[in-house]
């Protein structure tokens, strides 16, 4: 490909499209309901301002006023177009998974939309074309044009697997064929790149519908721009008259805050804002996966390596400071001031998986896990209206109501935000999340994800079905069923949590000894397949007492209690308030048990604990030689993801004890 | 008075004047000397613009400019003549203790200077004459007007008192009478108050030079014409066309930040800015002291309560968050991220001085003690050019450096700030220090500080001499001897400090029992007392485990080290990094020494503990039912005021134990 060097193959796996994959299980087809039938249409309604009391979003009326359909001004954030590119893509993996005409009516009439909202030459976004026509690319730092521009293409693609339509990927095209023609090495282009990654991955996936080599080379140049000098930002700053869109923010200076301040080759630290970086390892780990360039994928494992071994909460949260939603130093993961955004722990799924994709590794697939298990769902309530946008470890809603340091932390989660990336995030992720199950790689199936479903793909043009029964995250009894035509020879390599540290395995019901075939965490099983070849696996699953790696200043002294993927946590509901006061014996007996009338069904742990006597200690503030007095509790924990579903109050995922 | 009921008669006792107060110290002498000879001189280098790499002051320059004596622009923070004013009033202290001709001569030509720029009407702020003379008394709320005029004030009472020179003091009826003018419930005048209370004080101060009691109405008026609705923030935000001067701040509309929430009265706990709310109590309780009005002292004693019971730091630091430099909610003290501002703390000893002057009870002079020891001495450098304005009670540098959540907290004390309301503000309290160790009421003298000191006083016109020689901090034993020409009957009330638990005392030579005559903390010896009468005291002075309120999420299941008044830190400089990984044995015999060479001569404590290995951990961030690995190590403590003036590091207050 012309301008882009293939650096040698990648063979990589790929995930299976995800009209192959019909997800059928106990604990996820809820979620995925729940986005079809309320937060799909719930998004709809607020993108349309129909939300009694939540921000407005305007966005949709910005396409419209855009499109010379209504008359009016332009609402909201310089981004708030991606809102709508969001809720179109949440949309198309629902039409890809199950039919809705209806809902494909509602998204063709705002394709129809989008498209009258493009200009002649490409150009398509509502903020610059209705309200600062003349600042068209000018403010790349500031004003996410091409994140905007990455989230439509992502959309159109979607929208054409899922529909066969190719109106809103012609947009897509022309829109990234505008792109091209202002960015781009050559003299009279712009040398730049977006403050906000996106339109990076993005034009990967462009490249892969279309096939259509450029798209892959302008995704290559904005990755390999970012962090040269002198800097970009700053050279742009002095062309458009030093202005600033954000001029409480430091989006132009502070480098490190959109990973400007080295060439992303040369980052050996996650820095800055957290949902930027992981977009933009996604891209660059689409680019390395693509052109077989080793140095980048090698840049990509050395950051993945610090997030996940220095700056990853334990819910596979990340992005600790509340200041521009961002990294800040090494094992500084403060529980009670965390940001830990949505987007970034989806961000961070997607860098994951690409990871995976280029090798098959299970601490990858561990990550995805955990932060899928933990974080993700946990943003999202029961009703499928309301959303965390920051995810704590530990509340104390006095505090966020009365000191400022802890205003980002919501103890209950929201209706909408001003800013709403999260929601729409939130809805195109759990719509796709079939993509994440498997992947495939020549004639070796791999299984990422424990989740039950029907999938279906092809081995030398005969099709296999794999039906998947799986009962986590409450018990670790996994089974596979192979439907075929005919024996086929192909390789299941199913991984093996992290957290089981290990797994019994039959095949047709017979044990079989699979420890010499593990290789990076995963068991692959070649096997001339029959029909009705069944797998059971059983994965221990007990509850571990979690610590911190001690330099982790916040979590010394204390544990988090795991059980399988699942994070747990106190809440003030089942142990009262000050959750500071409980200590947990050291050699407790926990016992767990399901409670299928507690917040939709969820297994609880109980344990024993001491908790510390306030009354006996009066008015004085501080004491001298005082013995603390306590009393012996049973605590319960609940799934950290089923916190804050029973009003205000404390919650707190780590936990004192007794041992050092 | 008129306009001023009295409500009853309330007696106070009154600190000696300056000048009858000589200390002779070996801890606090040092400590004036280098206000005399180093702080003072350095400051008026810093208000001159003559220290490289400080942040510029421009304040003297203000005055000339405003004085007509240079051309130029006003520069600096709208309060930036309360320098002056402070480093005036410090000089003042110097000048009453101590001839230095040299010094006054440089007092009177700067007092020369402020008469200059002095308007005819009285008018004087160099911020409103140079740079909006239109808008003088408009923007009450951001604009420290009456804050300055309060500072300048103070500082002529204090010249005056000093040198026996009218000028400032002229000066200074002259600006009150203006603003009395202004000011008042009658109509045509201003029903308002300042945004930072310090008039309120600064004209009890004037009424006592002066006699004329129009300035106590006036100060009481300011008082009560606080927290009234309609909100008088808000209506001269209107009156003056909806303009601020702070944009990005919220002085107008947050009325806790300024205690215009509610009427000082109905206040039941100490909200928004520190040393706002302390100087206002310290106005209230001068008032109430005037007046006989005991409603008011109550509300004195409900907000004192409420502070030192729920809201102070164990240094008698107080205003934990950074926002609003305030108070947040009761019990929330964490050490990282306290601001726990250095006037705030000066602030509250001038709350508790007045309140001790109101009703001796040692709980008063406690909290005095333990913020002068601590917090205080803690905020200067042993080089008196470097000062803290934060004082944290534990600092990590690097998160310092790049978690903005902690960038207000600074490792190592500064040369000047561009906001330097606190070196000057140590500077004039230091240097007043004498005012605080006694105060007499009739024939009563209390001693409330143990600080060595030759002391003058007076009854019935004969004079007594009271030389006080004290080991304080290191050690607890104290001794009186009594000079006078003839017998005279008097009573000497000593304060039991609340962290001794009691004292041996001895006069002359006797053990007395003194346990039945302890009224509030303080021992009365009433005696005819002879020349060279003398008493000695000797409180145990021993190593105190202190905890903290089970509510203060921040100290549970640590202790923090107390000896005497001194508050004890762990710093990097002694026992390595990561101070988290201490853990101290519950029962372990700490061992004291005192150690000349060490920060210019401090006690330091050892004690053991065990240390967490990292080393064993690996790389892995979260690990499963991992034991923790310890090794026993001695830690030493050292005195908090000592900390960081080794280079930067680690410190902290709080360690934690085995117990829980």
Redesign the interface.
Known sequence: MKGLPNMGNMEISRPLPLKQIDIDDDFWSGYIQLVRNVVVPYQWEALNDRIDGAAPSHAIRNFKIAAGLEQGEFYGMVFQDSDVAKWLEAVSYLLETGQDPELERVADEIIDIIANAQQIDGYLNTYFTLKEPAGKWSNLAECHELYCAGHMIEAAVAYYHATGKRKILDVACRLADCIDTVFGPEAGKIQGYDGHQEIELALVKLYHVTGDGKYLILSQFFLDERGKEPNFYELEYIRRGQTKHFP?LDMVFDRSYSQSHLPVRSQESAEGHAVRIVYMCSGMADVAAETGDKALLNACRVLWNNI???R?Y?TGAIG?????ESF??DY?L?SD?AYAETCASIGLIFFAQRMLQIEAKSEYADVMEQALYNTVISSISKDGRHFFYVNPLEV?P??S?????FSHVKPERQGWFGCACCPPNIARFLASLGRYIYSLKDRTIYTHLYIGSLMKFDIDGSEIILKQCSNFPWDGKVSFEVSLDKETEFTLALRIPG?SGGAEIHVNGTRIAWEDDVIDGYVYIPRTWQPGDTIELHFPMTV??????????ET??KV?L?RGPIVYCLEEADNGA?L??I?LKQLTSQCDSFDENLLGGVLTITASA?R???ES?G??????????T?EAVNVTFIPYFSWANRGRGEMTVWV?T???
Chains 1, 2 share one sequence.
Do not use: F
């Not at 571990?544 to 200043?553: C, E, I």
């Not at 008015?619 to 603390?628: G, R, S, V």
């Open positions: 409480m996940v071994s220095k990853m334990i600790s400071m509340a200041h521009g800040s130093l500084d403060p001031t104390w006095e505090a109501d009365k000191n400022k340091g957290w571990s007492w979690m610590k911190g790696h001690p330099l982790v200043r010394i002294g988090a795991q000050n500071h006061h200590v001491h510390v006597q306030t200690w008015a004085q503030l501080y004491k001298a030689n005082e013995l603390t306590t004192r007794e041992s050092i």
